[in-house]
């Protein structure tokens, strides 16, 4: 009897290390933080935007704590590779070129890329068109590959890219780019603002299916399940809905 009691005083206690663990797992996000709306800085430094708000909703779902790290777009996809963090959500399209380094989630939003120019600029969105143009956009993005695809690397048009969004659009304020190419819903964001208040949609969107996912690192399905598990609750409870509304009109998902 005795011998049980110990028995069943030390199972106890390794259920209450075991939960304890899970409680103090702490999982790193990685965010450019340069991309309004969907991540940014806000004036205290502190990461915002959409991006980190779902992030934030999945690591409430799975019961874990997260924490964000920043880095450059260009090496995010290396950062996380080399355990910088432990997933990506930061508006990356889902791509098959992506998915031979990474593995992907499903989807946690649908993207378009679209042009965005002057109001009073007649400016139209054909190959012919583009012709002699000089179009700004994010390197490292669905919108540079569209570009390279359609005359920009052939020299039909010149292309410049940009480390950040931002970046692109104080060029076309400043008229160094006849216009930019981008995500709709992060053109849409800066077309509301005071310095887009002069610029507008041009033709309709170029790649209307687009898919972003979250990555994990290759072969990493545990949390990749985890997280997935997680969307699907988010956008079952309505958390997802809240999210949506608190930056678009629209749903993205």
């Given at each position: ?45 502190q990461v915002v935007g ?188 309505g958390t ?14």
């Open positions: 009897m005795h011998t049980y009691k110990k028995f069943l005083l030390a199972a106890a206690a390794t259920l209450v290390m075991s939960a304890n663990a899970m409680a103090a797992e702490k999982l790193r996000m990685g965010i450019e933080a340069a991309y309004p709306p969907f991540n940014n800085k806000d004036a205290s430094g959409f991006d980190k708000d779902i992030g934030d909703a999945l690591c409430a779902k799975m019961k874990v704590e997260c924490e964000v790290v920043t880095s450059d777009w260009d090496g995010i996809i290396p950062a996380l590779n080399a355990k910088k963090f432990d997933f990506i959500i930061s508006s990356l399209s889902i791509t098959d070129e992506r998915k031979q380094a990474v593995d992907f989630t499903d989807p946690y939003y649908s993207n378009k890329q679209q042009f965005i120019a002057p109001k009073n600029v007649d400016f139209k969105t054909d190959d012919k068109s583009l012709e002699g143009k000089t179009i700004g956009t994010q390197r490292a993005t669905q919108a540079a590959t569209w570009l390279d695809d359609h005359g920009g690397m052939d020299g039909k048009f010149k292309v410049n890219l940009y480390d950040g969004q931002e970046n692109a659009y104080l060029d076309l304020t400043a008229g160094r780019v006849d216009a930019i190419l981008a995500d709709k819903y992060a053109n849409y964001d800066w077309l509301k603002s005071e310095a887009g208040k002069n610029y507008e949609f041009k033709g309709e969107p170029v790649n209307d299916s687009d898919k972003v996912g979250i990555a994990v690192r290759k072969g990493d399905n545990e949390l990749r399940n985890k997280l997935n598990a997680a969307l699907k609750e988010i956008v079952a409870d997802y809905k809240k999210i949506n509304d608190k930056y678009f009109p629209f749903s993205i998902y």
